[in-house]
């Protein structure tokens, strides 16, 4: 250990490297989040495994009820609804860096991880207001669920840039 502490991991000899299970750069996050730290050994942010993540033309790729595409290019939840727009993206137990837009036209948006049947157990953010969110998140569940805030039902937002990728590796958290 003393002879790799000062060290980056570009510059670990091959037999430095043997038998090492992860190396993370404490002063470099994963980018947009500041709690994460990539796993240089063995790890790799894979590409976005999520359909249809910027709503171009339609819903495919996701299920729901009462939603409604809009010619934005963006999903949109109809007032007053009460049920969550979805897709099955993750495996439970795997790491992803999971981004989206949202821009918030009144109350707040609700992100989780959830069941095909709209179980949102895994709640990662609610409340969420206009802007870009970054989340790196094991999954211990299978879809991911986008869904009015708690607490009423006056949530009207826009989400755009749905982006889900595999984290390969140990992904370490800062704290």
Same mark, same amino acid.
């Given at each position: 250990?003393?002879?790799?502490?000062?060290?980056?991991?570009?510059?670990?000899?091959?037999?430095?490297? !043997?038998?090492?299970?992860?190396?993370?750069? $404490?002063?470099?996050?994963?980018?947009?989040? &500041?709690? &994460?730290?990539?796993?240089?050994? =063995?790890?790799?942010?894979?590409?976005?495994?999520?359909?249809?993540?910027?709503?171009?033309?339609?819903?495919?790729? +996701?299920? !729901? /009820? +009462? +939603?409604? +595409?809009?010619? %934005? =290019?963006?999903?949109?939840?109809?007032?007053?609804?009460?049920?969550? $727009?979805?897709?099955?993206?993750?495996?439970?137990?795997? !790491?992803?860096?999971?981004?989206?837009?949202?821009?918030?036209?009144?109350? &707040?948006?609700?992100?989780? %991880?959830? !069941?095909?049947?709209?179980?949102?157990?895994?709640?990662?953010?609610?409340? $969420?207001?206009?802007?870009?969110?970054?989340?790196?998140?094991? /999954?211990?569940?299978?879809?991911?669920?986008?869904?009015?805030?708690?607490? =009423?039902?006056?949530?009207?937002?826009?989400?755009?840039?749905?982006?889900?990728?595999?984290?390969? =590796?140990?992904?370490?958290? $800062?704290?």
């Amino acid at each position: 250990v003393k002879s790799i502490m000062n060290k980056n991991y570009d510059s670990l000899s091959a037999s430095e490297k !043997t038998d090492l299970v992860s190396w993370w750069n $404490l002063d470099s996050t994963i980018p947009g989040v &500041a709690t &994460a730290v990539y796993d240089n050994h =063995g790890g790799a942010i894979g590409s976005n495994i999520v359909s249809n993540g910027d709503f171009e033309t339609n819903l495919d790729g +996701w299920t !729901t /009820a +009462w +939603w409604e +595409w809009n010619a %934005l =290019g963006a999903y949109h939840p109809v007032s007053g609804d009460h049920k969550p $727009l979805y897709q099955q993206a993750c495996v439970v137990g795997e !790491t992803y860096l999971i981004t989206f837009d949202v821009n918030i036209i009144q109350g &707040a948006a609700k992100f989780s %991880l959830g !069941t095909n049947t709209g179980n949102t157990s895994q709640v990662i953010a609610h409340g $969420l207001g206009t802007g870009s969110y970054s989340y790196v998140v094991t /999954a211990a569940y299978e879809y991911i669920v986008f869904n009015r805030n708690n607490g =009423g039902s006056n949530n009207e937002y826009y989400v755009d840039n749905v982006s889900v990728k595999l984290i390969n =590796g140990n992904t370490g958290t $800062l704290s």
